[in-house]
């Protein structure tokens, strides 16, 4: 999506499933797909630590892009911070009731504090850090399904629950910092099928 909607400028609760729906058609048209083609939309977002309390997200001067610590959000900008994750927290509790975009079945999944953090242990990559360690994640799970599918959903950072009861859980206290996800929901639904 080359980006993130949920803190995109404009796009607030009130219209954020539109506009999500907008980029899948467009997507979906540039491709010559109809909504038929679709089995399910899996929406995977990075957490960035919104959840946790606005006290933890600190100003610092040196912080020349937003860092992510154990310690919280350290940031020349801390209104801003808090103005993003609000707008972020509102746009995922609107996405995690949704059940269908499109008329197809549609599911949000977090990956905390973002992806690299998930996948590689890696909190604040630099790009050419995230295209260089995407390639070798590519390359070893390439032909390993059941290599991947224990990596996401036997890892520490995995969380089993229901749906629901994951997204309250990376709601509390300092959980969006940390390494969660619960992608292994979606993946050992799809498994299981």
Known sequence: MH???????????SNIISKLGNEIRKYANSQHYKAKDFKQIIHIVDADAVFIPDEKIIED???????????????????????????????????????QIWNIQYRVYYMSCNLDHVLYNKR?????EKEEDAY?????????????????????????HDYQTSWAYIEEGMNSIERHTNLCIGIEEEVKN
């Open 61 to 99: 001067e040196s912080a020349k892009e937003i860092l992510y610590q154990s310690d919280g959000i350290h940031t020349q900008k801390p209104d801003e911070i808090i103005e993003r994750n609000l707008q972020k927290k509102e746009n995922l509790y609107r996405l995690r009731k949704t059940g």
């Open 3 to 13: 980006g993130d909607i949920t803190s995109r400028k404009g796009v607030q609760s």
């Open 124 to 128: 604040n990559s630099t790009e050419e």
């Open 136 to 160: 070798d994640f590519a390359r070893k799970y390439k032909k390993d399904l059941k290599g991947f599918t224990d990596f996401m959903c036997c890892s520490d950072f995995s969380v089993h």
